[in-house]
């Protein structure tokens, strides 16, 4: 089967011009001016970009957490994802207790085969590190896994100490692996949870008065810090304020290899949203939490400035019926996590490009070139090239959509960005070549999806 795309603007991390296209089979096997058409299906762009399909590198489908389950699984989750643009995600495979690390992928696989609807890979999320375990860490790139996560937070539950940490840190440099942590200081947290329910505060917004941006910041700083002399890459996910900001950028400064990204929904809710009324704040819960209109304008900084190198979604999605409001009364109770899979290209594009806060070419650097380069994926993904897999968006600049939880495709009963329209959508969506979301409609097959091998990359 092949496609010719003709008219349209090719858009890369680096460069911007019209050009004809040309996918056989799964690859796009050439790109030029005035392609014949002799394709089995051609395909008039004119007036769209031709854009690669986005990478999310921090979703959680289908995961345990606090009593319940995110809600969204690989089937709906991966149609939410193709329906805003997005044609592969890494998702968090959370080791169990005494669990080894193939045993904890044998699950993730499971909970993917034959509901995938694009291709997946998966992080190893560490919480038992011992003898066992510690030796079986340098096997993981031969189980198609190049990266590890580690939680600073969540005391008692996913949260390791600084030992384990760094332990990790140096196995993975090791070996090929890019250490990834969640960077709050889970024992300030914990006294401070502790102290805000003792003193009867239990509303959503105590959430955010808890886990305070100095508690990430001294987190990323010691993280930062460590990764330095392990001499160990190290990947900070989803910072939100300026003071982790400045950390990373001190690491960045020494000439560490130290990374970092944000989530869309941190440039958009602030920590007043946890206090709406009603237990709505609770929509808003997640970890690390909303903070400031200053973080924001930092935050945009930084993805302007090269600081930060991906924006994802931290995709973990809870009813806020039946799920979010188990916290009632106790907002430690409410289960961390919010959508974004299927919003996070048009809001970054609405709000990012049209408003000149990023460039378009940076758009695509920052939601697909980079996190397909620093995990392993690139150049098969994140890029519109000959050789590289057809995963391609033909994006609409011009076309309005009202964003809404009735109209939406993730499984969760409500949306972050409930009624704000945004300009610029993807109107065709190729994953590998086959064409599986076509304006509104779903042409794609649960468990089409495949498993990501990646790469060691030289950092």
């Avoid at 001499?231 to 982790?244: D, F, K, Q």
């Amino acid at each position: 089967m092949s496609t010719l795309i003709k008219n349209g603007t090719i858009v890369t991390a680096s460069d911007t011009y019209k050009a004809d296209l040309l996918i056989e089979g799964e690859q796009i096997t050439k790109i030029g001016k005035k392609l014949k058409d002799n394709a089995d299906e051609t395909i008039d762009a004119k007036g769209h970009y031709i854009i690669p399909g986005g990478i999310d590198v921090h979703t959680h489908l289908d995961m345990p957490f606090g009593g319940t389950v995110s809600n969204d699984d690989f089937d709906t989750g991966h149609k939410a994802a193709a329906f805003g643009g997005t044609t592969s995600h890494i998702d968090f495979c959370i080791q169990g207790k005494r669990q080894s690390f193939k045993k904890a992928l044998e699950g993730w696989h499971k909970k993917a085969d034959g509901k995938s609807g694009i291709d997946y890979g998966f992080h190893v999320a560490i919480t038992d590190l011992n003898k066992k375990t510690m030796a079986e860490l340098p096997q993981l790139p031969s189980m198609g896994v190049t990266s590890i996560k580690l939680f600073m937070a969540y005391k008692g539950a996913l949260m390791v100490d600084d030992e384990t940490l760094f332990r990790s840190m140096r196995i993975a440099a090791d070996n090929g692996i890019l250490t990834m942590v969640h960077a709050e200081n889970g024992d300030v947290i914990d006294v401070l949870v502790n102290e805000a329910l003792e003193a009867g505060n239990t509303d959503p917004i105590y959430h955010a008065k808890t886990r305070p941006a100095h508690a990430e910041a001294e987190a990323t700083g010691r993280a930062v810090a460590m990764a330095g002399m392990a001499n160990a890459p190290l990947y900070v996910v989803h910072m939100t304020c300026e003071g982790a900001l400045e950390q990373l950028r001190l690491g960045q400064k020494k000439g560490w290899n130290v990374h970092g990204e944000t989530c869309t929904q941190y440039f958009f809710m602030t920590e007043k949203d946890l206090a709406k009324p009603r237990f709505q704040g609770a929509k808003y819960v997640c970890s690390p939490p909303m903070r400031t209109k200053a973080d924001q304008a930092a935050l945009w900084e930084a993805v302007a400035d090269g600081t930060l190198e991906a924006i994802s979604t931290d995709h973990c999605v809870f009813k806020f019926k039946g799920q979010k409001d188990m916290g009632k009364g106790d907002f430690s109770k409410i289960p961390n996590g919010v959508p974004g899979i299927e919003d996070r290209m048009m809001i970054l594009y609405s709000e990012g490009v049209r408003k000149k806060k990023i460039s378009l070419n940076r758009w695509v650097e920052l939601t697909a070139t980079n996190p397909a380069k620093l995990f392993g994926l690139y150049p098969k993904k994140g890029t519109v090239a000959v050789g590289a897999d057809a995963d391609i968006v033909l994006w609409n600049p011009r076309e309005k959509k009202t964003i809404s939880a009735k109209k939406h495709h993730m499984n969760v009963d409500y949306n972050l960005y409930e009624g704000k329209t945004v300009t610029g959508v993807p109107a065709k969506v190729f994953s590998r070549g086959e064409l599986i979301v076509d304006g509104k409609k779903w042409l794609g097959e649960s468990g089409r999806g495949k498993f990501l091998e990646r790469s060691k990359v030289n950092y």
